[in-house]
């Protein structure tokens, strides 16, 4: 059984950057296919990018391109997500999840990063 | 950039049958995944690859997909289903969620 569990709430000011980890167990991170997804404040669901085994590679939205960056740490099966340039429409709840079944079927807890002056 | 469209609202008597639909020009070619989140939770993925359910899901959750409309169906709606569903798809550049809807049940 997967298990996801999330670093801590964030507070960060604008231009800052921020680093949330998500430590797998249960699984090796090797097995699986990890992705990041953000929700802010009453608002829905978006994706951010993740692992696509078909190209073996990070994929990111369009719109995070350039201030994300999704990277995994082996030896600790824990991954990591980074945002920078910090702004406050980046307020939200930041979740890691796992794709083996082409949906994200096990999700961590959600990290709130909250941006302000 | 590519959208899934959701109705914002649902609501439904309790033993009931509701339906929640997604649009999108893609899903004829990709699959539908849905999940349902409560106040304060993760998502939960309740159907995945258009019309299966995960173990440990109720049956009385379903879909199913025609043209470019796929339909979460909640057969018997209980209480304990009120809560936001999302529909999730993907296209060439990566996943997209729904708008997502709201199920309030009366």
């Known amino acids: 059984q997967v298990q996801l569990v999330q670093s801590g709430a964030e507070v960060k000011k604008p231009g800052a950057s921020v680093k949330v980890s998500c430590k797998v167990s249960?699984?090796?991170?090797?097995?699986?296919?990890m992705h990041w997804v953000r929700q802010a404040p009453g608002k829905g669901l978006e994706w951010m990018g993740g692992?696509?085994?078909?190209?073996?590679?990070?994929i990111y939205a369009q719109k995070f391109q350039g201030r994300v960056t999704m990277t995994e740490d082996t030896s600790t099966d824990t991954a990591y997500m980074e945002l920078s340039s910090l702004r406050s429409e980046d307020t939200a709840v930041y979740y890691c999840a796992t794709d083996q079944v082409g949906a994200f079927d096990i999700w961590g807890q959600g990290t709130m990063v909250t941006v302000s002056s | 950039s590519y959208e899934l469209t959701q109705p914002p609202s649902v609501s439904v008597s309790p033993g009931q049958t509701a339906r929640i639909t997604c649009s999108g020009d893609?899903?004829?070619?990709?699959?539908a995944y849905w999940y349902q989140q409560k106040p304060g939770q993760a998502p939960v993925l309740v159907i995945y690859k258009d019309s299966e359910r995960p173990s440990g899901i109720p049956e009385r959750f379903s879909g199913s997909s025609s043209g470019t409309t796929v339909t979460l169906t909640i057969s018997g709606v209980q209480a304990e289903d009120e809560a936001d569903y999302y529909c999730?798809?993907?296209?060439?550049?990566?996943?997209?969620f729904g708008t997502g809807t709201k199920v309030t049940v009366l």
């Open positions: 999730q798809s993907a296209d060439s550049s990566g996943r997209v």
């Open positions: 249960g699984y090796t991170l090797t097995e699986l296919s």
């Open positions: 893609a899903l004829p070619k990709q699959y």
């Open positions: 692992f696509d085994p078909e190209d073996g590679e990070t």
